[in-house]
């Protein structure tokens, strides 16, 4: 609730948060046993957005649930879509051997199942690449966590946000490990690209 949200009010807590939905139809949910709902996660990630209106949040999805129907699956596309989840990751659902999952009924075929993840990573990439944009022109702190030297261009610095959004930048030297002030220039294929602004 906004109570917990305030927290983030302390500079040690960055404004990324990864919550896992799983489905965004309810009745999936209640079929693998969650005990939230779509309208609960609403709440939760409105909450968070009116402490932190610009804070990450980033999700977890289950592709080809058993018993997934094609009206459950567009429901749970349209709440993903209402979400305008920063990024995240979808899985395929597999049956396990032992699980409670693997016994139920309305198995999936894996073509299916396959199809369904692509849609939902479709529409996640969506709208992490609009979420990426509102940041291009400004500038962000980057902390650098990896470099690689390319030639007659320098380093290659690759490193995070504190909203945990990938940047890269080139450098005449190294600063892994270091934060700079970087203005971002655009972004493509899930990272960001920017201009490091005290390096002279």
């Known amino acids: 609730d906004a109570d917990f949200f305030s927290l983030w009010g302390d500079e040690r807590l960055l404004p990324h948060l990864h919550l896992p939905l799983q489905s965004g139809c309810e009745s999936t949910l209640r079929r693998m046993a969650r005990k939230t709902t779509p309208q609960s996660f609403r709440e939760l990630v409105s909450a968070a957005r009116e402490v932190m209106p610009e804070v990450a949040i ?16 567009a429901e749970s596309l349209e709440f993903v879509r209402e979400m305008n989840f920063a990024g995240g990751h979808v899985f395929t659902y597999s049956p396990r051997p032992g699980t409670g999952a693997a016994r139920m009924k309305g198995q999936l075929k894996p073509e299916i199942r396959k199809k369904r993840n ?20 400004r500038t962000m702190s980057v ?39 970087v203005k971002i220039s655009g972004h493509e294929r899930g990272s960001m690209s920017g201009v490091i602004l005290n390096m002279g």
């Open 58 to 73: 980033t999700t977890d999805i289950i592709a080809g649930f058993p018993g997934e129907t094609e009206a459950e699956f």
């Open 118 to 137: 692509h849609i939902l990573h479709d529409a996640l990439e969506a709208s992490a690449s609009a979420y990426r944009q509102t940041f291009v022109g």
């Open 143 to 181: 902390l650098w966590e990896s470099t690689s030297e390319m030639g007659e261009w320098g380093w290659q610095m690759e490193g995070l946000t504190e909203n945990y959004l990938r940047v890269n930048a080139f450098t005449p030297s190294p600063r892994w490990n270091e934060i700079d002030p």
